[in-house]
Structure formats: C-alpha cells, structure tokens
C-alpha cells in the first residue's frame, strides 16, 4: 500500500516508544516539553513535544551519535538544544495554534 502523501507543516503523532521519560522544561500551560530519558538511563537523546489533546506530536530530536561525532556539530547541536529550551520556557518555541 503506498504512503500517504504529507501535506506541508502537516503534524501527525508517530508513536515512537521511547521508554520512559522526564519533563525537563515545559512552556507556560505546558503544551510544548523538552523531554530527556529518565534516570538511570543514560542521557542520549533529547525531544521537544507538543502536546496536542491525547497525542504528542515530535517537533524536533536529537540523539548522542550528533552531539558525539566532532567538536564543531556537538556546539551546533547544544546550541539548537539550549535554544529550544529557552524557547519552550519563555512560550515562543513555534508551534500552530
């Protein structure tokens, strides 16, 4: 059966099981969450989410091998990271109304 063709900035939940996981920022009202995985577990990806009735909808990831593989692309990827968080705190992170 073929794929259904996404329309542009169409969101949908994909379901991905990431075990569990902790809340490490959230925006005010808490629809938009920077997630980590919980400890013990090691800290090798980051998420931001929004919330979206009884869906989480995935904005953006970031696993360890991005952050790992040269000096120049961890500064990259801390950057997008800490960028995220300060956007998720302070409610601008973009999301569609």
């Not at 090798?44 to 909808?57: H, K, L, P, Q, Y």
């Amino acid at each position: 059966m073929p794929k259904k063709k996404m329309k542009k900035d169409e969101r949908v939940n994909v379901n991905l099981d990431y075990g569990e996981e902790v809340t490490v920022a959230e925006s005010p009202g808490g629809r938009v969450q920077v997630r980590v995985p919980e400890f013990p577990e090691p800290c090798n990806w980051v998420r931001v989410v929004e919330i979206a009735g009884s869906d989480t909808i995935e904005l953006a990831y970031w696993c360890s091998d991005e952050w790992c593989e040269s000096p120049e692309q961890a500064a990259d990827v801390m950057g997008a990271i800490m960028g995220a968080i300060v956007s998720v705190n302070c409610g601008t992170y973009p999301v569609k109304a």
